[in-house]
């Protein structure tokens, strides 16, 4: 099992920053990806970024590219989202996922509890 706690969230004006956190731990050794989801009211989940633990290549959905950008820290398990010019649209819940792969088991994505994003006018 991965546990993930997100952090960050908050309301900020159009324009602005915010940086979430995402803190992943329990087996984390078989964590190989790592990424960021969001979901507006009425809307589905949408994909946002994500990084690949090994070597760090990234990935992000047309929407934030450009905008946002998707790290990792390998030593503290965690993956952090900058967010720059922050638009009403961003306005959302921001999930966390971890994919994880165990031989002889296969793969399973673990999510986190969400943090509310508010792009404000």
């Known amino acids: 099992q991965v546990q993930l706690v997100e952090s960050g969230g908050g309301l900020v004006q159009a324009g602005g920053s915010l940086r979430l956190s995402c803190a992943a731990s329990?087996?984390?050794?078989?964590?190989?990806?790592m990424g960021w989801f969001r979901q507006a009211p009425g809307k589905e989940r949408e994909f946002v970024a994500q990084i690949n633990w090994s070597g760090g290549s990234t990935y992000y959905g047309d929407s934030v590219k450009g905008r946002f950008t998707i790290s990792r820290d390998g030593a503290k398990n965690t993956v952090y989202l900058q967010m720059n010019s922050l638009k009403l649209e961003d306005t959302a819940v921001y999930y966390c996922?971890?994919?994880?792969?165990?031989?002889?088991?296969?793969?399973?994505?673990?999510w986190g509890q969400g943090t509310q994003v508010t792009v404000s006018s």
């Open positions: 996922a971890a994919d994880s792969r165990v031989a002889g088991i296969g793969q399973s994505k673990y």
């Open positions: 329990g087996r984390t050794v078989t964590v190989y990806r």
